[in-house]
C-alpha cells in the first residue's frame, strides 16, 4: 500500500524523474537515504516500471499522428495471436489496444505526414493476415497528452 509520502515521490518522479535524491529528499523532508529506500523499494515492488526520455515528436518527424481502428476478419484465437504478434513489431505503432465495440484494436501511429502514412498502410499494416477492415482518424491537434497517473 503506498502511503501520502510515497504519492509525492511518484508524481515527482513522474514530472521530472531525473532529479536527484537530494533535490527530492528537500522537498519530502526526508533524508537522502530514506528518499533511495523508498524508490528502491517502489521498483522492486513494480509500482515504478521504468524510467524513459519523452521525445518531442515534432522534433524528430513523426508530428503527424493517427489513430486507427481495426477490425479483424474473424475473431478467432489463432487470428488474434497472428495480429498481435505482427502489430507489436511495427515500430510506427505506439500503442495498440484490445477493445470492445465496433472495432478490435485501436493503433495509435506516428509517422511523418500524409504521404508516409498511407506507405505504411499499404506496405506494412495491411499486410497483416487477417485484417478485415480499417479506419484512420486523423489527429487536429493534441489538447492533452500525460504520461503522469494520479496515484
Known amino acids: 500500500m503506498l502511503d501520502t ?14 532529479k536527484t535524491n537530494k533535490e527530492l529528499s528537500n522537498i519530502l523532508g526526508l533524508s537522502v537515504t530514506a528518499v533511495y529506500e523508498r524508490i528502491r523499494k517502489l521498483e522492486r515492488n513494480g509500482v515504478i516500471d521504468r524510467y524513459v526520455a519523452l521525445v518531442n515528436r515534432d522534433k524528430v518527424r513523426k508530428g503527424f499522428s493517427v489513430f486507427c481502428h481495426i477490425k479483424l476478419a474473424q475473431h478467432s484465437r489463432d487470428y488474434i495471436r497472428v495480429f498481435e ?20 484494436y485501436i493503433l495509435k501511429i506516428v509517422v511523418d505526414d500524409m504521404d508516409t502514412y498511407r ?7 495491411t499486410t497483416i493476415e487477417h485484417i478485415g477492415s480499417t479506419h484512420s482518424v486523423f489527429t487536429i491537434g493534441e489538447v492533452k497528452n500525460t504520461t503522469i497517473v494520479e496515484v
Not at 507489436?88 to 465495440?101: A, F, I, Q
Open 5 to 18: 509520502t510515497d504519492k509525492k515521490l511518484l508524481t515527482l518522479l513522474q514530472t521530472d524523474a531525473k
Open 85 to 104: 504478434a505482427k502489430v507489436t513489431k511495427l515500430k510506427e505503432v505506439l500503442e495498440c489496444y484490445h477493445v470492445s465495440g465496433d472495432y478490435d
Open 119 to 125: 506507405e505504411f498502410m499499404i506496405n506494412k499494416l
